[in-house]
């Protein structure tokens, strides 16, 4: 058996930004990071170097594993704000969150993303011309890194750490024992010791994680699934926010239904893509900072919350089931022009050759209703047309939608505030834990349990 002090599982944004700080500061703990996927250079997902046009579900899935986790071939969008992504605040209190992604941005800038500007939200005009329709611009900084450049400052951060962090890739962790003092982590070749566990698994360990909650009888508490569609439309209809904002969180509680749906994840010339969460085909979206990769299209989703109360309790199989109904009838993703949603009919081939708008995606030209629920379809025709008060031909009808987009949470793992389970040194971190659902609160997370450890070891 092979014995270290910290082990991390993962090595996502948080699992990095860990390693970073205990790289920093002064300490003499033996770390180890275990990640299921590739390496960093090995990280190419084949539709995105144009080899083959659909995804072949891949062993470990290069979009959402290995070095740099699922933020690695982002979109690289940092937002520095605790009205979304995650709810690290509740446990480190508003200040030191706060704190912690300014430390993260501060890194990020060091080893070379300092010329992407920080856009900001606040005094924005866009939010008092938004209010008028009743729609809701949240506050935000956000710093764009842009995929390409995303990749380059990873790679420098592992260079910072690679001498002191022990690192192994394409080794998935299948179990964990509690022993008197410390944790056995079990791989499939190998066997290691640590005195302290720090869980990074993200959102694709999702599943994992709960079964090793359920085995230590730490709780967990279900959390929410948000559905919805990706939405491409010229660039030219959101310039006049883009440019100025770059990501604009609007939300917008339906006139039908009260419910809330809100645009998330902007990528203003930049191209849609899929994403195979353990097999289940959904859509996403990045965009490149390199001008001479930009396409003619912004792309966002819209997306519509869902939380349910008893007897149900498992919102990810619910979107699980909706994603898995598009995947069937499109074979992955489907897509359909606004125009033909709203008359009731199916986009076909031919009627695509007609539409201006063109597709960055390959995906399977269908009909969204037969696989989205009425009410949460509903509610995103209602907010185009909210929408479209602000930024006028977002309601045309080559407005391409993308389905499903299905944003899943991990149950919420009980921690206190040190991000620490009622096991004695087994931390949970990042998306993994249900806290946090964005690359600046997974980063910060890391740093904060990387300064409690390295204080530890000093
Ligand atoms: C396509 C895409 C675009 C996104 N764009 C943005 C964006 O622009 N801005 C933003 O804020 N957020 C974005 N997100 C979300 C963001 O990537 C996550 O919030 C962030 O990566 C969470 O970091 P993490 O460390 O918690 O988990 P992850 O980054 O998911 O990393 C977890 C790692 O653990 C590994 N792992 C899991 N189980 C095991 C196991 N059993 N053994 C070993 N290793 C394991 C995984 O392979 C993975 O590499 C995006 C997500 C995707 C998929």
Not at 37 to 56: H, T, Y
Not at 177 to 196: A, M, S, W
Not at 310 to 332: Q, T
Request: aromatic share 8%; glycine share 8%; net charge neutral.
């Amino acid at each position: 058996m092979i014995k270290y002090d910290v082990i991390i599982i993962g090595a996502g944004a948080s699992g990095v930004f860990m390693s970073y700080e205990m790289t920093k500061l002064k300490n003499n703990a033996k770390v180890l990071m275990i990640e299921k996927g590739n390496a960093l250079s090995e990280r190419v997902c084949p539709i995105d170097g144009k080899k083959i046009k659909e995804c072949i579900s891949c062993k470990t899935c290069n979009i959402m594993n290995g070095y740099g986790g699922a933020g690695t071939l982002s979109d690289g969008k940092y937002n520095i704000t605790t009205q979304f992504g995650g709810d690290l605040h509740r446990y480190l209190g508003e200040d030191m969150a706060n704190e912690l992604m300014y430390y993260v941005d501060e890194i990020l800038c060091q080893m070379g993303g300092s010329d992407a500007k920080l856009y900001s939200t606040t005094n924005s005009n866009l939010k008092t011309v938004a209010l008028r329709h009743d729609l809701h611009l949240l506050d935000a900084k956000v710093r764009h890194l842009g995929t390409d450049r995303n990749i380059k400052i990873l790679s420098k951060i592992y260079d910072y750490i690679k001498d002191r962090i022990d690192m192994i890739f394409n080794a998935e962790v299948k179990d964990i024992q509690n022993l008197e003092k410390g944790f056995c982590v079990i791989t499939e070749n190998e066997t290691y010791y640590c005195e302290d566990l720090v869980l990074a698994t993200g959102r694709s360990g999702s599943k994992w994680i709960s079964q090793i909650c359920n085995k230590f009888g730490i709780e967990t508490e279900s959390n929410r699934v948000d559905i919805g569609v990706r939405v491409e439309l010229p660039a030219a209809i959101f310039e006049h926010i883009t440019s100025e904002v770059y990501e604009s969180k609007i939300v917008y509680k339906t006139e039908k239904y009260n419910d809330m749906v809100r645009t998330f994840c902007m990528n203003p010339y930049g191209e849609v893509v899929t994403e195979n969460t353990n097999g289940i085909i959904t859509v996403n979206g990045h965009s490149y900072s390199d001008p001479k990769l930009r396409t003619e299209n912004t792309n966002f989703a819209l997306l519509v919350s869902n939380k349910f109360t008893e007897p149900f309790k498992d919102s990810n199989e619910y979107g699980e089931s909706i994603a898995r109904l598009s995947n069937m009838l499109g074979g992955g993703v489907l897509l359909q022009r606004f125009g033909d949603l709203v008359k009731g009919r199916r986009s076909s081939q031919r009627r695509m050759e007609k539409c201006f708008t063109r597709p960055t995606l390959k995906a399977v030209p269908g009909d969204l209703s037969l696989v989205i629920p009425k009410r949460q379809l509903d509610n995103i025709i209602e907010m185009i047309y909210a929408l479209d008060k602000i930024a006028p031909g977002i309601a045309n009808e080559d407005t391409l939608l993308y389905g499903v987009e299905v944003k899943f949470y991990n149950s919420k793992v009980e921690v206190n505030d040190d991000l620490q389970t009622n096991l004695k040194g087994m931390y949970v971190l990042g998306d993994g834990s249900g806290v946090t659902h964005s690359l600046s609160q997974a980063s910060a997370s890391g740093v904060y349990v990387g300064r409690i450890l390295a204080e530890k070891y000093q």
